[in-house]
């Protein structure tokens, strides 16, 4: 089976555009979390999408939002960027059953520069 | 709240020789816990996972990690390091509700040294 995909891998935006970033999970998961990750904060769960709804959120403003779609493609877009936006965004895949839910499974993330 | 403790940033060793690195826990119900290695410019790869049964869990790479809920600890170990383990080393803690979620540690580099 094909991993994880991300895309774009890089982008560099300026403070004030919008983001849109990309993931395609493995075939058959049905659920995809979305992970920010940067040297001070580190991991932190930004959200989570199961069947085209959201089932979980992490604490982070609203210019953060994402969206699943039937083919369980997920994409998260950051409006009015920040230079504190700058991070390595991961996505990750998983069944989505009990029991093996939380077997996640990571993309190559897409590094976000803010300048 | 669930949360986790990584001791450290960064562990040296030298090649063959034993590696621990520690991981504490705290969570108000029995958790899912997990190790997960990343590589310079990749994305996360689980090590290992521990839900329920055993609680000596056996990993890839030769890793393995056990839970102690005494010490609400799950330290990942390796008999003898390789060059190629030289990588930033994650412990992640969620519980079985229907809206848990992953909660990681800082993570810890770990070097190998020749």
């Known amino acids: 089976k094909a991993g994880v995909t991300q895309t774009p891998r890089y982008l560099i935006k300026t403070r004030g555009q919008q983001v849109t970033l990309s993931c395609s999970p493995i075939?058959?998961?049905?659920?995809v979390s979305w992970y920010q990750q940067t040297p001070g904060q580190g991991l932190q769960f930004l959200f989570e999408y199961f069947s085209e709804t959201q089932r979980n959120k992490g604490n982070f403003p609203g210019r953060f939002s994402g969206r699943q779609f039937s083919n369980s493609r997920s994409e998260m877009n950051v409006s009015t960027l920040e230079l504190g936006d700058s991070a390595l965004y991961l996505c990750?895949?998983?069944?989505?059953?009990?029991?093996?839910?939380?077997?996640?499974?990571f993309g190559p993330g897409t590094r976000l520069t803010v300048t | 709240a669930q949360s986790v403790t990584q001791l450290g940033s960064h562990v040296s060793v030298s090649e063959g020789a034993l590696v621990l690195l520690r991981c504490n826990y705290s969570?108000?119900?029995?958790?899912?816990l997990f190790w997960y290695v990343q590589y310079p410019n990749q994305g996360l790869q689980l090590l290992l996972k521990y839900t329920t049964g055993a609680t000596l869990v056996k990993g890839i790479n030769g890793f393995e990690a056990e839970f102690k809920k005494s010490e609400t600890s799950f330290h990942l170990t390796k008999p003898s390091a390789h060059m190629s383990d030289a990588a930033e080393y994650f412990c992640a803690v969620s519980d079985a509700g229907a809206n848990s979620k992953l909660t990681f540690g800082k993570g810890i580099t770990l070097s190998v040294r020749p």
């Open positions: 969570s108000s119900v029995p958790p899912y």
């Open positions: 075939s058959g998961h049905r659920s």
């Open positions: 990750a895949s998983s069944p989505g059953g009990a029991g093996l839910r939380y077997e996640q499974y």
